[in-house]
């Protein structure tokens, strides 16, 4: 057809235009180019992925946070942070397991206040494990459309975040 995939772009007026949103209603993932339920292997690798995040979450829903907004990870039998030890501030992960556990524990601002990069991988670590397990159990194609929107930005979105989270925690860091 020649048109967007994925809007009315093109459509020469009104009419024309809800014809193809019609269409796409009717047709679903299909009038996109996409199949309409994705290939086992698909579903294995989401299921594994959504496993993964589950992890995640119950260890941080588990752990008790840090009052000082850092050192939750030491729980787990790990050493305190190496590069703060050395340094005297703290790393670009530091508070990330308090974040992490606080927005287990439901403490959104506390969460926030650990390390806000934290907060915002903890939210979409629920997020991407509800969209896993909806893929891997249905076979939808929405885990490849949401695949398709983050794709190549997603390890820019990752730097950026993280020097962001850290700047974050250089600000307020007490020493």
Not at 11 to 40: H, I, W, Y
Request: glycine content about 12%; charged content about 5%.
């Amino acid at each position: 057809m020649g048109r967007s995939r994925h809007s009315c772009a093109g459509a020469s007026d009104r009419t024309e235009c809800a014809v193809l949103v019609n269409a796409t209603l009717q047709q679903g993932p299909m009038a996109l180019g996409m199949p309409k339920r994705v290939p086992f292997a698909h579903r294995r690798w989401a299921g594994i992925i959504a496993l993964g995040c589950l992890t995640v979450l119950v260890v941080a829903a588990v752990l008790r946070p840090d009052p000082s907004g850092m050192g939750t990870h030491q729980q787990l039998g790990l050493p305190p942070c190496g590069f703060k030890s050395v340094f005297g501030l703290p790393c670009p992960t530091c508070g990330m397991t308090t974040s992490f556990t606080n927005a287990a524990h439901a403490h959104p601002v506390a969460a926030v206040q650990a390390q806000p990069f934290g907060a915002i991988l903890a939210l979409i670590s629920a997020i991407t494990f509800w969209l896993s397990l909806h893929v891997a159990i249905t076979g939808s194609t929405l885990g490849l459309t949401a695949g398709q929107l983050i794709g190549p930005r997603l390890p820019w979105l990752l730097i950026g975040g993280l020097l962001a989270g850290w700047s974050y925690t250089l600000l307020t860091a007490h020493t």
